[in-house]
C-alpha cells in the first residue's frame, strides 16, 4: 500500500519522465515500486501520455539515436534492448530502418579497428579475424553486416 497519494506519486513520476526520456515499461515498473493500487498505477500512466511525458516513438528515437552514437551497438543488441523495454516489433523495425547505413558501417569499422589494436602482434590472421568477428557479435553486428569487409587490411593499417 502506498503512503502518497494520486498528485504526489503522479508528480514523482513526471520528474522521472522528464530526467530521460523512458519507456511504458519503465514508467510502470517504478509506479509498482511506489503503490500496488491498480486504478491509480492506470490513471498515473494516463495522465503521463496525456501531458506528454511519455512516448513511445520519442523513447525509441531516443534509444536507438543514443545506442547508434553513443555506444555503437549493432541492430541486434538494440533490437534485444528495446523487445526488454516491451517496445512493439513493427515500431522497432521500422525505427531500425532509419539508421543510415553510412553511420552503422562507420561504426562496425571503428569497433573492428579498436579491437585489434588489444591483439597480440604474433597472432595469427586467422586467431584475429575470429576474435574481432566475436567482438562485433558481441556488440550486436552479424555476420551480414561485415560481409565486404577485408579483415587482411584493416591488419596491416
Excluded at 503512503?3 to 513520476?13: F, M, R, V
Excluded at 515500486?33 to 528515437?61: H, Q
Excluded at 547508434?68 to 516489433?89: E, S, Y
Aim: proline share 2%; hydrophobic share 35%.
Amino acid at each position: 500500500m502506498s503512503l502518497l497519494g494520486l498528485n504526489d506519486l503522479q508528480l514523482k513520476l513526471e520528474r522521472f519522465c522528464a530526467y530521460q526520456e523512458r519507456s511504458l515499461f519503465e514508467a510502470d515498473k517504478k509506479l509498482r515500486t511506489l503503490t500496488d493500487n491498480e486504478k491509480i498505477i492506470t490513471t498515473v500512466i494516463k495522465a503521463l501520455f496525456v501531458r506528454g511525458f511519455l512516448n513511445e516513438n520519442r523513447f525509441v528515437d531516443s534509444y536507438v539515436q543514443g545506442k547508434v552514437n553513443q555506444k555503437r551497438w549493432g541492430k541486434k543488441k538494440i533490437k534485444n534492448g528495446l523487445i526488454n523495454h516491451k517496445i512493439p516489433t513493427n515500431l522497432i523495425n521500422k525505427k531500425l530502418s532509419e539508421i543510415s547505413p553510412q553511420v552503422y558501417q562507420k561504426n562496425l569499422l571503428w569497433l573492428a579497428q579498436k579491437k585489434i589494436k588489444t591483439l597480440k602482434k604474433e597472432d595469427r590472421d586467422y586467431y584475429k579475424k575470429t576474435k574481432i568477428m566475436r567482438f562485433l557479435y558481441s556488440k550486436g553486428y552479424t555476420p551480414n553486416d561485415w560481409e565486404g569487409i577485408e579483415f587482411k587490411d584493416l591488419f596491416s593499417s
